[in-house]
């Protein structure tokens, strides 16, 4: 168990070029979190996953963000048309989905739009 | 629907003395809350959480914390700071429904400072 894996850690675009990030889950757990943090605030949800199933997206999580799980195994975040307000730190966490089962996080991949 | 707030965004203690950072939440159904750090440029690790039966928590690095229903708060208490614990911490919130299991409401964090 190497924990959970983010690549890249950091990523400098310019406006308007599309990015993906990905994020490989600890292997036993079937539930995939993606959140976005931004200088001095806590963490929000966009979105999570069982296994290959998008479960739920937030509202923050606009037409231009698109998650996919494929095989219910690792994810990736795509941004198309990138804006300045999407820089931010963009973590991913796993459980096993269970009631008292912990969330696991990667280290993010901090995201800075030029 | 959940929230979480964190009283001060920034708290100052010397090295030895009580750490303390408060936490209130609220929450429509029966809450799991947490505590994460964060230190610079990493991800989030759990300190200890809180879902089921005795509400005195206790985590790592000889943190814990009290669920208070009454007062719907879950503060972080150390007794002695360590110079290592500066660092950013996170209250958080998750629902008791099986959708909610895992996704997490956050506080906006409370940044340590520990000075000699």
């Known amino acids: 168990d190497t924990g959970v894996s983010q690549d890249p850690r950091h990523k400098i675009t310019k406006r308007g070029q599309n990015v993906t990030f990905r994020c490989d889950p600890i292997?036993?757990?079937?539930?995939l979190y993606w959140y976005r943090q931004t200088l001095g605030q806590g963490p929000e949800f966009l979105t999570y996953?069982?296994?290959?199933?998008?479960?739920?997206k937030s509202r923050l999580l606009s037409d231009r963000f698109s998650a996919e799980r494929p095989k219910g195994s690792f994810s990736t975040l795509e941004i198309q048309r990138t804006e300045q307000g999407d820089s931010a730190m963009y973590l991913c966490?796993?459980?096993?989905?269970?009631?008292?089962?912990?969330?696991?996080f990667g280290q993010g991949t901090r995201l800075t739009v030029v | 629907a959940q929230s979480v707030t964190q009283l001060g965004s920034h708290v100052s203690v010397s090295e030895g003395a009580l750490v303390l950072l408060r936490c209130n939440y609220s929450?429509?159904?029966?809450?799991?809350l947490f505590w994460y750090v964060q230190y610079p440029n990493q991800g989030l690790q759990l300190l200890l959480k809180?879902?089921?039966?005795?509400?005195l928590v206790k985590g790592i690095n000889g943190f814990e914390a009290e669920f208070k229903k009454s007062e719907t708060s879950f503060h972080l208490t150390k007794p002695s700071a360590h110079m290592s614990d500066a660092a950013e911490y996170f209250c958080?919130?998750?629902?008791?429904?099986?959708?909610?299991?895992?996704?997490?409401?956050f506080g906006a964090g409370t940044q340590v400072v520990v000075t000699p």
């Open positions: 966490a796993s459980s096993l989905g269970t009631a008292v089962s912990e969330a696991f």
């Open positions: 292997s036993e757990h079937n539930r």
């Open positions: 996953f069982q296994n290959e199933a998008q479960l739920e």
């Open positions: 929450s429509s159904v029966p809450p799991y």
């Open positions: 809180y879902t089921t039966g005795a509400t």
């Open positions: 958080a919130v998750s629902g008791g429904k099986s959708d909610s299991w895992g996704k997490l409401q």
